[in-house]
């Protein structure tokens, strides 16, 4: 059974910095991977960033350059480093995995979700 656990959310001002943490029970032998998503009050889940099992790392447009997606595998933890934030990075932010197979596209076929973490950047 798959359990993600966010923390590290909390307020912070325009320009700043926030650090993410995921605990995750995935097996990184398993071959998941894992991904940031984030979303606001009225609008669709959004996917920020992923890391595929052999540390490949992609990003949503909007972040690219500001965010990073890393992985520890010995504490099976999920990260995403934000820095600089801008007031356009208030969200909930969700840690999820996928199990390996072949998607459609990118963000699609995350199954396991966290609770979410809160995001406010002011």
């Known amino acids: 059974h798959v359990q993600l656990v966010e923390s590290g959310g909390g307020s912070a001002q325009a320009g700043g910095s926030l650090r993410l943490s995921c605990a995750t029970t995935?097996?990184?032998?398993?071959?998941?991977?894992m991904a940031w998503f984030r979303q606001t009050p009225g609008k669709e889940r959004e996917g920020v960033a992923t890391?595929?099992?052999?540390?490949?790392?992609r990003y949503a447009g909007p972040v690219k350059g500001r965010f990073t997606i890393s992985q520890d595998n010995a504490k099976n933890t999920l990260y995403l480093d934000m820095n600089p934030l801008k007031f356009e990075d208030t969200a909930m932010y969700y840690c999820?995995?996928?199990?390996?197979?072949?998607?459609?596209?990118?963000?699609?076929?995350?199954?396991?979700w966290g609770q979410g973490t809160q995001v406010t950047v002011s």
């Open positions: 999820a995995a996928r199990p390996p197979g072949t998607y459609p596209h990118l963000w699609f076929g995350y199954d396991h």
């Open positions: 995935v097996d990184r032998d398993h071959s998941y991977c």
């Open positions: 890391i595929d099992p052999d540390g490949t790392t």
